[in-house]
């Protein structure tokens, strides 16, 4: 391993003289001395004994779990260059940025770097100076860039996001499958691949892909037990989001997602207008424009995103406190690869959703609308199924949701709303008898606003038009509220008791299941929504004192906006995102801990050799003030 000289940053990360430095051997005394942590962490011990010892493997791990130190260790220990193969150019950088940071001798190589850049990166990996080279897979292509790798030795080959090999799923880069032959090259080489992807279909395709049909899985739990799930019926929309952040995450990052375009520059100005400052992002955006709010989001703190699911991949910002979302994700795996983005640094985080009935309509729309296959229609129907039963249960959502990936969880966590606060059910068999009695007596032409109005006796034009003021059902529904009948066809349509028809305007269709309960009494228990919130006009305060979810009070506080404001002075002078220098866990245990002497400050977990040399003085100078 090499350390660079100086701590100035240049275009080229671990250029310039490089200085051999005493090598930690093994794998523990490189964890602790280069990258500051005590201990590996869940099967990051396993996973790089195995690679050590030249094996292949795939690695499934959640977001946040650690997956690059099951690589970046091995190749800064085996001989030869590690080989990251990376599917975005702005993650790539900032991997290399932290990597860098630490001391360690990486780069990356990709068409952001001009001629002579490269004849520099190729140079030092020739001389065997280099221990990790980030590329982006299209680069793997470039003839340029065979040539000069052809013969190097190869510590090991990483493939990082390895799902975009997976040809049915959303993410597929056609150039993944160029690493199939790359590894036919490199033999000798063992491949590590990594994902967050957990379904077993996507599994067993990057296994046939690269190659690893006959190397072990390493899987860990994919439960994110710092991120705390809330869902909860949407009634004023934007200014349940803006409690919610008010709440629990004022002055913090954020993503929120929307359904459409115009929503996210809506939404964005109104949250900025409202004080949380925002910013929209969207893929019919301007390219340099979306680039640019980017780059604002990873560097500054406290910024909030509003966005289409075109924002996300590759976003390592580690400190992102919550992801919301306004409307239904299209499936639990969309909803679960989302809401991840929350906590990657293992904070509490939160992840916070508010949907409609006319949310699913429209999202139902889409997926039947769309180009493809019928099966695939199906299948995306399924789908979203599966991500309704999510919202409507009134068990644990944890539990639910690992076990839509396969994973038995006990249930009980804590950490979600429905465990924090159990909603209340009730029998629900009379009110779904009279609902769909009154879809199939409409002539199941009608979507729930007209069928609401008669089972509410509502006296309206297309109720006489139609005659449907005649029928025995017209005002059988009175002790029901307008918005509880919205509740039990939501959650009627959530359990599938009801079909939307989507060719027209949202109608109702019976279906088997709808007449399991209208003749053989199946019983049907919903659950009761909260209260409507009361929502004053103009500009409004949350009465309750806002509780962000990581609080410090007073001095503390006062002393971590001072170390924050060193970390923001340091990064901006390199040009670095702040949690580059010092991830915000690094900073609270600063303020817990009090370090005075230098052998203090390199026990705090992220402060490794070089960043104890680096920064230890200027940070001690801080807390020595307070
Ligand atoms: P992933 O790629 O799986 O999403 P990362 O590799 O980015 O996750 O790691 C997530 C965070 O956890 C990073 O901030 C990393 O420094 C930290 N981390 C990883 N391993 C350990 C460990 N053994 N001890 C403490 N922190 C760790
Ligand atoms: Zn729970």
């Known amino acids: 391993m090499l350390i660079p000289h100086s701590s100035q940053p240049s275009p080229v990360k671990g250029e310039g003289e490089l200085q051999p430095l005493e090598m930690p051997t093994t794998p523990l005394s490189l964890l602790n001395r280069v990258f500051g942590y005590p201990s590996f962490r869940g099967r990051q011990e396993d996973i790089i004994r195995h690679v050590m010892g030249g094996g292949s493997c795939l690695v499934l791990m959640p977001t946040g779990g650690g997956k690059s130190l099951c690589f970046q260790i091995p190749a800064m220990l085996r001989p030869g260059l590690g080989l990251v193969i990376s599917p975005l150019i702005a993650l790539m950088q900032d991997q290399v940025d932290a990597?860098?940071?630490?001391?360690?001798?990486?780069?990356?190589?990709?068409?952001?770097?001009?001629?002579?850049?490269?004849?520099?990166?190729?140079?030092?990996?020739?001389?065997?100076?280099?221990?990790?080279?980030?590329?982006?897979?299209?680069?793997?292509?470039?003839?340029?860039?065979?040539?000069?790798?052809?013969?190097?030795?190869?510590?090991?080959?990483?493939?990082?996001?390895?799902?975009?090999?997976?040809?049915w799923g959303h993410d597929f880069r056609p150039e993944y499958l160029q690493i199939a032959h790359l590894r036919e090259h490199f033999s000798s080489a063992p491949l590590v691949a990594l994902t967050a992807t957990a379904d077993p279909q996507t599994q067993k395709e990057i296994r046939d892909r690269l190659g690893l049909a006959q190397d072990p899985v390493f899987s860990s739990s994919f439960d994110r037990s710092n991120i705390r799930y809330q869902i909860t019926v949407k009634d004023a929309g934007r200014e349940q989001l803006l409690d919610f952040i008010r709440t629990h995450h004022p002055g913090q990052a954020g993503i929120v997602y929307v359904l459409?375009?115009?929503?996210?520059?809506?939404?964005?100005?109104?949250?900025?207008?409202?004080?949380?400052?925002?910013?929209?992002?969207?893929?019919?955006?301007?390219?340099?424009?979306?680039?640019?709010?980017?780059?604002?989001?990873?560097?500054?703190?406290?910024?909030?995103?509003?966005?289409?699911?075109?924002?996300?991949?590759?976003?390592?910002?580690?400190?992102?406190?919550?992801?919301?979302?306004?409307?239904i994700p299209k499936s639990v795996e969309s909803y679960y690869q989302e809401t991840g983005r929350a906590g990657r640094d293992g904070e509490p985080a939160s992840a916070w959703m508010a949907y409609s009935l006319d949310d699913v309509v429209k999202l139902r729309r889409m997926i039947q609308g769309g180009e493809g296959e019928e099966a695939y229609k199906r299948l995306g129907g399924q789908k979203l199924n599966a991500m309704l039963g999510l919202c409507e249960t009134v068990n644990c959502r944890r539990k639910s949701l690992?076990?839509?990936?396969?994973?038995?969880?006990?249930?009980?966590?804590?950490?979600?709303?429905?465990?924090?606060?159990?909603?209340?059910?009730?029998?629900?068999?009379?009110?779904?008898?009279?609902?769909?009695?009154?879809?199939?007596?409409?002539?199941?032409?009608?979507?729930?606003?007209?069928?609401?109005?008669?089972?509410?006796?509502?006296?309206?034009?297309?109720?006489?038009?139609n005659g449907h003021d005649k029928l025995s059902l017209f005002g059988v529904g009175k002790e029901l509220e307008k918005r509880q009948w919205d509740s039990v066809f939501r959650q009627l349509v959530g359990a599938d008791y009801v079909e939307v028809d989507l060719e027209g305007y949202g109608t109702f269709k019976l279906n088997p299941k709808s007449w399991s309960v209208l003749k053989e009494g199946q019983k049907v228990w919903l659950r009761e929504?909260?209260?409507?919130?009361?929502?004053?006009?103009?500009?409004?305060?949350?009465?309750?004192?806002?509780?962000?979810?990581?609080?410090?009070?007073?001095?503390?506080?006062?002393?971590?906006?001072?170390?924050?404001?060193?970390?923001?002075?340091?990064?901006?002078?390199?040009?670095?995102?702040?949690?580059?220098?010092?991830?915000?866990?690094?900073?609270?245990?600063?303020?817990?801990?009090?370090?005075?002497?230098?052998?203090?400050f390199a026990q705090i977990p992220g402060v490794g050799e070089t960043k104890l040399k680096r920064y230890g003085t200027a940070f001690l100078e801080v807390l020595r003030k307070a």
Not at 115 to 121: A, M
Not at 404 to 423: A, I, M, R, S, V
Request: glycine share 8%.
């Open 529 to 600: 929504d909260p209260p409507l919130r009361k929502i004053e006009k103009g500009a409004r305060k949350s009465k309750s004192t806002p509780r962000p979810l990581v609080v410090l009070e007073g001095q503390e506080s006062t002393l971590f906006e001072a170390l924050r404001s060193l970390r923001a002075k340091l990064a901006q002078e390199q040009n670095l995102p702040a949690y580059v220098v010092f991830h915000d866990s690094a900073l609270r245990e600063m303020v817990s801990r009090r370090p005075t002497t230098l052998k203090e």
């Open 402 to 465: 690992l076990s839509y990936f396969g994973e038995d969880h006990p249930g009980n966590c804590g950490g979600c709303d429905n465990c924090l606060q159990p909603p209340k059910t009730w029998d629900a068999t009379v009110a779904a008898q009279k609902a769909l009695s009154c879809v199939y007596r409409t002539g199941q032409r009608f979507g729930a606003g007209h069928v609401i109005d008669v089972l509410m006796g509502k006296e309206t034009e297309k109720g006489t038009q």
């Open 99 to 167: 990597l860098v940071q630490n001391g360690v001798a990486a780069a990356f190589y990709n068409s952001t770097l001009d001629g002579g850049q490269k004849n520099e990166i190729r140079r030092q990996a020739q001389q065997g100076k280099l221990d990790l080279l980030y590329v982006a897979p299209e680069t793997l292509n470039s003839p340029g860039f065979r040539d000069f790798i052809e013969d190097l030795p190869l510590s090991l080959i990483a493939v990082d996001e390895a799902h975009c090999v997976s040809q």
């Open 260 to 327: 459409s375009r115009t929503n996210t520059e809506e939404t964005a100005a109104w949250l900025s207008q409202k004080g949380v400052p925002a910013l929209p992002y969207h893929a019919g955006l301007d390219a340099n424009l979306r680039r640019k709010h980017q780059a604002r989001f990873l560097r500054e703190e406290g910024l909030v995103m509003v966005a289409t699911i075109a924002f996300g991949m590759g976003i390592d910002k580690p400190n992102v406190r919550f992801v919301a979302h306004l409307g």
